[in-house]
């Protein structure tokens, strides 16, 4: 780094440093601090970054910042967010919580105060700190990892996971065993997106920043990841999609031939087999939208 922008650093630093007493904190400083940190590691040691770095997880698990969101109708992912994300880590030390008989040795806490937050948590139930979930979501037996962001009246069914930074829209259902991915690095990809009142059937599993538009319907096992194919057959033409599942779809696991030298098999694919129709309540059973489409459950 140059004298020049280490001067411009510090003078960052320390305009951060006198706003730590207002209430409304400046978050293009707090991006210019955590883009510095990013650049030079160096800057973990000073009190006033480690501040910063700890206020954006604070306000991600607040639900005042998130990793995506949605700008002119386009999901945009705030790459600084993430790298705050990234840093907490290394500024965290490790330490022993007990609870009754369980022992937790980790870097990062658990969220807590959840009967002040509305959220309705199942034994055993876990939720980091730095995780947003909206009053009236309801957790059964699962996990939930920092950076996520989950709306309100959305159900985490038992031993689902949700992987970090990843965003779960209002009035999901996320089966049994789902598997949400999280990613960290490289900071540039996306985090998966599940918008609202999606239906993702049990063992499920979305990851690699794919991204499951409003009302669409994933039956059991379907396994979605940014290089599967997902074909929509539903027409007098098949049409293919790679990372995106449009609006209202249903989907059911598949298989297509490859050629391979030992011979022809088949690889997994996804199957888009029609629209969610307008006459089915969001809150529909699984087994009753994949009936609609003839298809056994």
């Known amino acids: ?97 007990e609870i009754g008989p369980f022992q937790f040795y980790d870097k990062i806490p658990l969220k807590t105060n959840w009967d002040k937050l509305g959220v309705r948590v199942v034994p055993h139930a ?27 009246g959305t159900m985490i069914d038992t031993w689902a996971t949700v992987g970090s930074c990843a965003q779960i829209g209002k009035h999901c259902h996320l089966s049994g065993g789902v598997g949400i991915g999280g990613v960290l690095e490289p900071v540039q990809a996306a985090p998966v997106i599940i918008e609202d009142h999606c239906f993702l059937g049990s063992r499920s599993i979305v990851v690699e920043g794919v991204h499951v538009g409003r009302e669409a319907v994933l039956g059991a096992n379907v396994v979605l990841t940014g290089s599967t194919r997902i074909i929509d057959v539903s027409g007098s033409a098949p049409v293919e999609y790679k990372g995106d599942v449009p609006p209202r779809s249903v989907v059911i696991p598949g298989t297509l031939p490859k050629t391979f030298p030992a011979g022809v098999y088949q690889v997994p694919c996804a199957l888009i087999i029609g629209q969610r129709k307008a006459s089915t309540d969001l809150k529909t059973s699984l087994n009753q939208a994949l009936r609609e489409f003839d298809v056994p459950v």
């Open 1 to 97: 780094m140059n004298f020049g922008a280490k001067v411009q650093r510090f003078e960052i630093l320390a305009n951060f440093g006198k706003q730590k007493s207002r209430e409304f904190i400046n978050m293009t400083n707090l991006k210019q601090i955590i883009e510095s940190a990013w650049d030079d590691r160096e800057c973990l040691k000073q009190p006033v970054t480690r501040e910063a770095i700890c206020e954006v997880i604070k306000q991600l698990d607040l639900g005042n910042l998130r990793v995506a969101s949605q700008e002119e109708g386009k999901w945009v992912t705030h790459e600084w967010i993430k790298k705050a994300v990234i840093l907490y880590f290394p500024i965290r030390k490790m330490e022993l919580t």
């Open 126 to 152: 876990i939720a980091r700190y730095g995780s947003y979930i909206a009053e009236g979501v309801v957790m059964m037996p699962s996990y939930i990892n920092i950076g996520a962001h989950i709306e309100t």
